[in-house]
């Protein structure tokens, strides 16, 4: 049974900096893509980006392009989003979401982490 677990949330000045980390455990995940998604209060949830286990290759929304990075540990099965130059706009609560490459849709997701940028 796959279990994605998120971490490093928390309350911050716009201008900084975050790293949220996402504990994958049940299964092989070298022929996973991972993503990293948001919501915000009213709003609908959002693609921030994804990382292919298998070779690393990624691919950011236009809000966070340049900002953010999206990276994985292959011996500790995590997967981290760096957040910089955050902004109010940043803030959601960020979930972690797992699909196998061959899946269109993310069947796999963490129970969320919060992170609230003051302006």
């Known amino acids: 049974q796959v279990r994605l677990v998120e971490s490093g949330g928390g309350l911050l000045q716009a201008g900084g900096s975050l790293r949220l980390s996402c504990a994958a455990s049940?299964?092989?995940?070298?022929?996973?893509?991972m993503g990293w998604f948001r919501q915000a209060p009213g709003k609908e949830r959002e693609f921030v980006a994804r990382?292919?286990?298998?070779?690393?290759?990624?691919y950011y929304a236009d809000s966070v392009k340049g900002r953010f990075t999206i990276s994985r540990d292959n011996a500790k099965n995590t997967v981290y989003l760096q957040m910089n130059s955050l902004k109010p706009e940043d803030t959601a609560v960020y979930f972690c979401?797992?699909?196998?490459?061959?899946?269109?849709?993310?069947?796999?997701w963490g129970q969320g982490t919060q992170v609230t940028v003051s302006s």
């Open positions: 979401a797992g699909r196998r490459e061959t899946d269109s849709t993310y069947r796999y």
């Open positions: 049940g299964s092989t995940f070298s022929s996973y893509v």
């Open positions: 990382i292919r286990w298998s070779g690393g290759s990624t």
